[in-house]
């Protein structure tokens, strides 16, 4: 069964860290890109950061580089996303998405979800 299962959301302070987790099943990670999206209330799905396959390219968007940094293992069949220095902003529910080889920050290029874990930042 193809799956993606996103874990480590949780509330922390503002300032602090957490590490999310997108563990895929069901396909060869090795060969493909993984996007990073997020959605809070109200607003539209936003692409957050992408890691390509075999070069290991990453993309971010403006709103988290030099904060977040997202890594792959495909050994574990696992895509980290280290996320420091969150804000309040940064509240949503976060989601990981796979479809073929390109990356993009675009959600329209996706076509496989998971179903996503809350990220709450607040004090």
Not at 76 to 99: H, R
Not at 100 to 106: K, T, V, Y
């Amino acid at each position: 069964q193809v799956q993606l299962v996103e874990s480590g959301g949780g509330l922390v302070q503002p300032g602090g860290s957490l590490r999310l987790s997108c563990t895929t099943s069901g396909f060869t990670l090795d060969y493909f890109a993984i996007g990073l999206f997020r959605q809070a209330p109200g607003k539209v799905r936003e692409g957050v950061s992408c890691i390509g396959t075999s070069d290991g390219s990453t993309y971010y968007a403006d709103s988290v580089k030099g904060r977040f940094t997202i890594s792959r293992d495909n050994a574990k069949n696992t895509v980290y996303l280290q996320m420091n220095s969150l804000k309040p902003e940064d509240t949503a529910v976060y989601y990981c998405a796979a479809d073929g080889d390109i990356c993009s920050l675009n959600p329209k290029h996706f076509g496989l979800w998971g179903r996503g874990t809350q990220v709450t930042v607040s004090s």
